[in-house]
């Protein structure tokens, strides 16, 4: 895989900091990828805008031209969903009301994940994992890290194959909104909505079609077609994916965590000729 494209320019679309699920605080962060050449930077923490104002400190400093971005949870059919919202205006109202509807959805998902994982035996698990995320709402891996520390499990994936991952009891997706509703948020505060790694959903073509339908339906406009780890067969059917319904293409890294040398800010396969980028629609276009 080589590193991304348009030479004067190294954009990342799709990142996690500790506003979320990330290792990094937004300045960490931000500071990791201007030091790995990242000229453009979307800062997409799961359902928050938390860390978007120290980011954006952060980037001025340092030359990064930030873009504003979230990911958003949603439900379509019985599967997860994630949402990328970008360039949009972060003071929006709704939007943020929008947000904090969401917030409420994860402290009542997390306290139904600690319910359901109560069979490990772990004492007060909602209490560690809401110390794993300093205080905030825990997710998935920060529950998946307990598990670890206490011994139930060896590492987070042996966690998510046993606890938490597709279809397993920590697995709680009752609690997450339709997938046109978060779309909505995204169009209502000015932005463009983004289909996450649409491989990681592990669909049939049939099946991952029809979602790419019913989000387009419901308004969305792009789709990752570059992101980290995936095989130049995923590369290229999501090429092809994207050019055949007309989306516009994006790409991130999904970083986490430093030290996982398949998944580095701003390290991305370069994206296939003929698609359009999303980034040439942004409301400062980059690159064009
Ligand atoms: P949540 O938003 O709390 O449902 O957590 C979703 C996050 O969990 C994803 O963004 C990943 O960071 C992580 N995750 C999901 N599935 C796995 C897996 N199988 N192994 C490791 N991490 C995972
Ligand atoms: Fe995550
Ligand atoms: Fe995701
Ligand atoms: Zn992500």
């Given at each position: 895989m080589t590193i991304t494209q348009e030479t004067d320019f190294c954009i990342d679309l799709h990142c996690h900091s500790t506003a979320s699920d990330g290792a990094l605080s937004p300045q960490e962060l931000v500071e990791r990828a201007a030091t790995q050449g990242v000229t453009h930077l979307a800062l997409t923490d799961h359902d928050t805008v938390a860390g978007l104002s120290a980011a954006a400190l952060s980037a001025a400093q340092k030359g990064v031209t930030l873009i504003t971005g979230t990911e958003l949870s949603c439900v379509w059919r019985s599967h997860t969903i994630h949402i990328v919202g970008l360039d949009?205006?972060?003071?929006n109202r709704d939007f943020r009301d929008a947000l904090a509807v969401q917030n409420a959805n994860r402290w009542a998902r997390a306290r139904a994940i600690a319910d359901k994982l109560g069979k490990t035996g772990v004492d007060d698990l909602l209490g560690k994992a809401t110390a794993k995320a300093d205080g905030d709402v825990p997710g998935r891996p920060h529950f998946a890290r307990v598990l670890m520390d206490e011994g139930v499990v060896r590492d987070s994936a042996q966690a998510f194959k046993r606890y938490l991952g597709q279809g397993k009891p920590g697995d709680v997706r009752a609690y997450w909104p339709g997938l046109g509703e978060v779309v909505q948020w995204i169009l209502g505060a000015g932005g463009v909505a983004v289909l996450a790694h649409p491989r990681k959903y592990k669909m049939t073509a049939s099946r991952l079609r029809a979602l790419v339908s019913d989000f387009k339906q419901a308004g969305g406009k792009a789709m990752e077609v570059s992101t980290s780890g995936q095989s130049s067969g995923d590369l290229g059917f999501l090429a092809e994916l994207c050019r055949r319904e007309k989306l516009l293409a994006s790409q991130g890294s999904d970083f986490h965590f430093p030290g996982a040398p398949w998944c580095e800010l701003g390290r991305i396969a370069k994206m296939p000729d003929g698609i359009e980028p999303v980034w040439h629609h942004f409301k400062s276009p980059v690159g064009h």
């Open positions: 949009f205006d972060p003071e």
